[in-house]
T-cell receptor
């Protein structure tokens, strides 16, 4: 079967660093995507890992360990505008299976 | 700007009355997806088109159908909406690659929020 786990909510303060973990069990795994969704908005692509290791894109980084079926999204220098839901989504050859999402609240 | 457009943004329909949601894209992407997202839940893939090839998810109810008359447009038809079909419906696109696979990055439209009364 397929399963995805990520924390339901995380709270942090402005300027801090936060890590959102994702563990997955899925067939036909190509890589792990991360999407951000603000309340009432559309998901937007943040990062993708096809291979093990760290991918860095500005303040956001994502990590993947295929052997552990585990990944994380790291957000640095948090800003208020980062308050949103973050979804990990294993890529099954162009099909995304979204996790339940982690609601990040950034406090002043 | 190249984009994914969904109309209308808000749609109200009556229980059992057929409704069609529209999606268009100016990205010229081969692949178009429809997702259903209920409140505080993850987007759930309903089906996708790779060019004209239709791919239905196994657990998508028969009540949901789709049409893609050309590259730019895709429609979601709900034949007999029930109260449980009230949700945000998201359209997304992605590039098909020369290998026949699909790019990992999907571009989402703003969604249509469907209310069933």
């Amino acid at each position: 079967g397929q399963s995805l786990e990520q924390p339901s909510e995380v709270t942090a303060v402005e300027g801090a660093i936060v890590q959102i973990n994702c563990t997955y069990q899925t067939s036909g795994f190509y890589g792990l995507s991360w999407y951000q969704q603000h309340d009432g908005g559309a998901p937007t692509f943040l990062s993708y890992n096809a291979l093990d290791g760290l991918e860095e894109t500005g303040r956001f980084s994502s990590f993947l360990s295929r052997s552990d079926s585990y990944g994380y999204l790291l957000l640095q220098e948090l800003q208020m505008k980062d308050s949103a839901s973050y979804f990990c989504a294993p890529n099954q050859g162009g099909k995304l299976i979204f996790g339940q999402g982690t609601e990040l609240s950034v406090k002043p | 700007d190249a984009m994914v457009i969904q109309n209308p943004r808000y749609q109200v329909t009556q229980f059992g009355k057929p409704v069609t949601l529209s999606c268009s894209q100016t990205l010229n992407h081969n692949v178009m997806y429809w997702y259903q997202q209920k409140s505080s839940q993850a987007p759930k893939l309903l089906f996708h088109y790779y060019d004209k090839d239709f791919n239905n998810e196994a657990d998508t109810p028969d009540n949901f159908q789709s049409r893609r008359p050309n590259t730019s447009f895709c429609f979601l038809d709900i034949r007999s909406p029930g109260l449980g079909d009230a949700a945000m419906y998201l359209c997304a696109t992605s590039r098909g690659l020369s290998s026949g696979s699909i790019s990992y990055e999907q571009y989402f439209g703003p969604g249509t929020r469907l209310t069933v009364t």
